[in-house]
């Protein structure tokens, strides 16, 4: 996408010269002309799941606060993995990404397994999102340990929640049967009885809110030991809490791992537009209204700690607002 608006641009601009040679002078022929506006690319998510809804939030307010310079283009993906991967190699501008996949892109482990890559930056941190597994209350089970054989939908592929649940299967020694479908799907499958479990990172998610109007469900509790095991193989996930009522129908905390989501760019992006973008989105008008988008917005933070923890910079328009906005 990024190549393609260069090749654009710079076909736009030999055109230009070539029509003001033959008018003569090197004159604009167009003193009235609207600017040009420049476009990035934004790797999201995919529908039924928490970050397509969040994607459409900063895209439209970006779209709408910086439209006289400035473009957004959401481009679908599968999630955390396939949006980081697209950033380390250039293919996009911005994406939503987990804090491990920014490691391994860093250090060229995991998902960039031999291919460091120095192309990711942090905007600033959205939220800290969690990892759990949702079953009906019908189907008998109540404790990660009964996962073991069963038929587990762990998300889409390239997603950040099939990555978060194989870890998860892994530090427990959990051998399911897995398989990988789009967020709204896998909730259509937990209903109608094709799988037992499903795996998700992020709460609420649309597909199993939806799911949880229509079907009693459970979300599984991490023990202590099971949350130990978890976060000595991982050391991105921290210890967290499930808030109760997240979903209809769990009424209690529910004890889960926890792991930051940033807002990242490719290093080269404009500095003006991130900058701008980052005046936008912690604007009150900004937080207020992408806080009406998904409630996981209300917590996003500069993030500095957990960017300094994985050894991600931030980009120079997220660095210049930041020290102009210490606070």
Known sequence: MKKAVVFFLVACIALVGISQAFAGGGKDASPGAPPKIERFSFSTSNVGGTWYTMAGGIATLFNDKLKDK???????????????????LGEVDMALSYSSHLWEAKNGTGIMEGKPSDRCTVMFQVYDSSVY?????????????????????IGPPGSGSSDNSRKVFSALGIKAVESEL??????????????EVLGMSGHPSSGIVELANSQDILVLPFSDEEMNKVIKETPFFTKGIMEANAYKGQTQPVPCPYFAV???????????????????????????????????????EQGKTGADQIGVPFHAGAVQYFSENPK
């Open 70 to 88: 400035y473009a957004l283009d959401m481009i679908a993906s599968g999630g955390s993995v396939e949006n980081t991967r697209r950033l380390a």
């Open 133 to 153: 597994f949702v079953v009906l209350k019908k189907s008998g089970i109540t404790k990660l340990s009964d996962l073991n054989g069963k038929k587990v939908v």
């Open 182 to 195: 789009a967020f709204a799907d896998g909730a259509r499958a937990l209903q109608d009885g094709q799988v």
């Open 262 to 300: 940033y807002l990242a760019c490719d290093k080269s992006m404009n500095k003006d537009a991130v900058y701008q973008a980052m005046k936008a989105f912690f604007s009150k008008e900004g937080k207020d209204y992408l806080a009406t988008v998904h409630p996981q917005f209300k917590p996003m």
